[in-house]
């Protein structure tokens, strides 16, 4: 979950290890959500989206779990890897909207 | 083909100085827009453009910023007079016109540091 101050949540795990990485969103009306991640010197990236009539969806090693009763958004990876190092966030869309609204981000950093 | 490209990557200046940030978005996108992110907090939206049109810029965060993209290709925003609370990393990104999606395509930021 997120933290209060300055510092992001950071999630660390050792190569080969399954992550998790979650997310609260606020907006009762967000039926559409995404997530992206930003590595050190990049811009966001798109990774997977997930629209309110699916509580899940799977991609290449990544699956999103989406529980709308609680307003809880998660990411798995699967086997994470050195390369999925990185700044993670998700973002929730109101239904019609085009501006993606994003979280703080969760640091991810596996561990060679 | 050619990504989204900012421009400067990284801008030191005084408080009270003027600094326009350049957002060239990827071919054919009509859709624009710019964030921000001050150090460990959220990606905040500023605002967005369809072509040429601001469609909205509840995010914008006083007078002092000023974004045009005239002719609906590059963009630029304009901090004037800068503040210490502007510094952060300016995000640029576009997508094209269709239907909702939340895959927008991101530059690599401009940082910007006001002392």
């Known amino acids: 979950g997120e933290s209060v101050g300055l510092h992001l949540p950071t999630l660390s795990v050792q190569e080969g290890d399954n992550s998790i990485i979650n997310c609260a969103y606020s907006n009762s009306a967000s039926d559409y959500f995404i997530w992206y991640k930003q590595e050190s010197g990049k811009g966001p990236q798109f990774i997977i989206d997930?629209?309110?009539?699916?509580d899940k969806r799977q991609g290449q090693r990544v699956t999103v779990l989406l529980n709308k009763t609680v307003k809880h958004l998660s990411l798995q990876i699967a086997a994470t890897q050195p390369g999925d190092s990185a700044v993670y966030f998700c973002a929730e869309m109101p239904g019609g909207s085009y501006i993606p609204t994003f979280g703080r981000g969760t640091s991810l950093i596996v561990h060679p | 083909e050619a990504g989204v490209t900012q421009f400067p990557s990284h801008s030191v200046i005084e408080k009270g100085q003027t600094v326009t940030l350049r957002c060239d978005p990827i071919?054919?996108?009509?859709?624009l827009y710019w964030y921000r992110r001050v150090m460990g907090k959220e990606i905040k939206f500023l605002l967005h453009f369809v072509k040429e049109s601001k469609q909205d810029e509840s995010g914008m965060p006083n007078n002092r910023f000023l974004a045009e993209r005239t002719g609906g290709t590059y963009s630029t925003l304009k901090v004037q007079p800068a503040e210490l609370e502007d510094s952060g990393v300016y995000f640029c990104?576009?997508?094209?016109?269709?239907?909702?999606?939340?895959?927008?395509?991101f530059g690599e930021g401009s940082r910007l540091t006001v002392l």
């Open positions: 997930i629209r309110s009539n699916m």
């Open positions: 990104a576009s997508s094209p016109l269709g239907p909702v999606t939340g895959e927008l395509f």
């Open positions: 071919s054919g996108h009509d859709n």
